[in-house]
């Protein structure tokens, strides 16, 4: 079972990312924001509540990529304001970090 869940996941990943590229590839005045993508991932599989729970020093890496990631979205900041991104980004890094605290909180 979990052979045939793992291969599910990464057949469905491929086809998100396929239609995602093929939705931002699209002509015309559509915006598709990323944060729209990962915060839907996040809130509907739930990762960080089981981390935090089962494996606060996974969380705590996870927060790490989180930042590296917004770090990675500020650096091409061009001159008009991406802010809105960043925020985004940084209200989810704060999200991750607010579950390892109450983590270690509870221990």
Sequence with gaps: ???????????????LIRSLRRLVGL??????LPHSVLDALLEEVG????MA??????LAEEVR?????LEEW???K???DTRSLARRLGSLAAHL???ANETEAAS
């Design 47 to 50: 990762w960080e509540q089981k």
């Design 78 to 80: 061009p001159a008009t």
């Design 27 to 32: 002509p015309g005045n559509l915006v598709l």
């Design 1 to 15: 079972m979990l052979l045939d869940q793992a291969s599910q996941a990464e057949q469905s990943q491929r086809v």
């Design 74 to 76: 500020e650096d091409l």
């Design 53 to 58: 729970k089962e494996e606060p020093e996974l």
């Design 97 to 99: 970090r607010r579950s």
């Design 65 to 69: 990529h989180a930042r590296l990631a």
